[in-house]
């Protein structure tokens, strides 16, 4: 095995968010579960929510890719596999990436349809309610994947909103593969609740099969995902299956289980929680950050919960600070 | 003259803006003039300056689109006339204005070049120096312009530097015509000292000709229309040319002469300035939105350096807050 040139390689949708504020009442209004996912399948759809947002900010996002842009602000050296299409969206998500030093080579697909976008509400509590759009994103084919990046990466990330759409699934089983040939290890977030009622089966497959190394997941995904109610019981059921399990607890903190050590972490005092978007993926940039720099579960832990305390106190999934003198200031 | 149905309707830049963080020496390199505006005048430009630039926040923007935004958000009726083109930039800027209430007509332009967008350098002090492709922006034509529309409005309110390009230049001087004949006033802003060292004469004509009843400039813009280096004798020189002159002048607060009469008001305290982008042109919100209600003259400033205040403490140049109630509570 030789020594990966990457930190971390990931594969994700790549996704421009458009984030408005809203209140409560618009959130019910519309039929949205406040806090999480929900796929809009046609342009039509899309186009029709978009109508009734108010002014709004684009941010390129997308989980993973969110992920690598926040170890990539943090010195880590990071690849990007994910699809856009051949238009303005696309071109925004491919600067964005790039600017970071993150190799993203993934070839823009013509035609319709557009690029990835994600229409993000944001209550006046801070918490977002996403709706994707998921686009030329879905489309990501196998042939895509760059097998040599994947190969020198020393962890593989991938998230679990990838797995829905057929192409993508297919892709990340190939990617799995190529890892686990290249000695690498591979991480991988469950993403949302949804993701787990539609595909828990294929998660605890590869589960159990030893082909998780690091698995992220918040509390609901985790008893969603070990179908046990009791949170603790939950990371009893899934731990030893994974080398590394992190699961996040939002004002809670984070846990981290590996080889039968649990360490933990308190969520970081910040001043106010301006918009929630991007916690979970930041908190795993820090996390993935710190083991690629060999630091223990709980300095990797603070790490985590550092990045995800810096992007929830602004609008957007990407840093905005200089995050090598916030960690420098606040790990010491 | 019958009762205008808005309170100002503008005629501006349809930009998108793309804001990234930077330092001075990155802005010295470029030979860039710090906190001014400069024209890319090929695309080819454009994507050479932005493949430097770091990762983005895409956000609408356009000077009088700016001002628009800040009256609407203030509860003043509004329309806009502008030239997007038909592409997704172009539905960004259509979807924020218009999500504003604000009325926006102008259809989109077919084909190349694309919607202007605008490349603003963030420096650690707050400035903003801005590099603006014009694109479909520069092709306004007199045809395009709603003549019932600019006769319904209280005011009519452009930009200088929609009085670069030619197309523009024209729909400019013919809605100008329209609002007189419909006995609405007409307030300008000079935008930029290039404008003037461009346009000078016809500005200075124009004023002259008692066109123009409300005039916005910051210092630097006010000396060189006054071709003195002295502001009060600059104030003293145009002053009596035009209703109401209105000179802001950063972090020393503005002035309004009016009829003879000189007001002031101080800038407004803030905790940091975090991008100056925007400032005059929610100055000119503030200001406008206030006359359009009937305030006095130093009321109306205190109103416009309120939103200039507010438009500071973050990034990008559309309010983020509840604009009614902080003027409720800053204005009583």
Redesign the interface.
Known sequence: MTTARYDVVAIGNAIVDVL??ADDAFIAQEGMTKGSMQLMFSPEDADAL??K????????GGSAANTV?GIAALGGKCGFIGQVAD???GE?FA???R??GIRFDTAARSGDP?TARCLIFVTPDGQRTMNTFLGASQFLPEAALDRELIADGAILYLEGYLWDPEEPRAAMRAAIEVARKAGRKVAFTLSDVFCISRHGDDFRRLIADGLIDILFANENELTALARIDDFDAAVAGIAPQVTTLVATRSEKGAIAVSHGETVSVPAEPIERVVDTTGAGDLFAAGFLHGQAQGMNLAKSLKLGAICAGEIISH??A?P?CDMKALITERLG
Not at 53 to 60: F, N
Request: net charge negative; hydrophobic share 35%; proline share 4%.
């Open positions: 408005a504020q978009y109508a947002m108010g002014p709004g900010q684009e941010v390129s842009a238009d303005e969206l925004i600067h964005d990436i600017s970071l557009s609008v957007g990407r905005q």
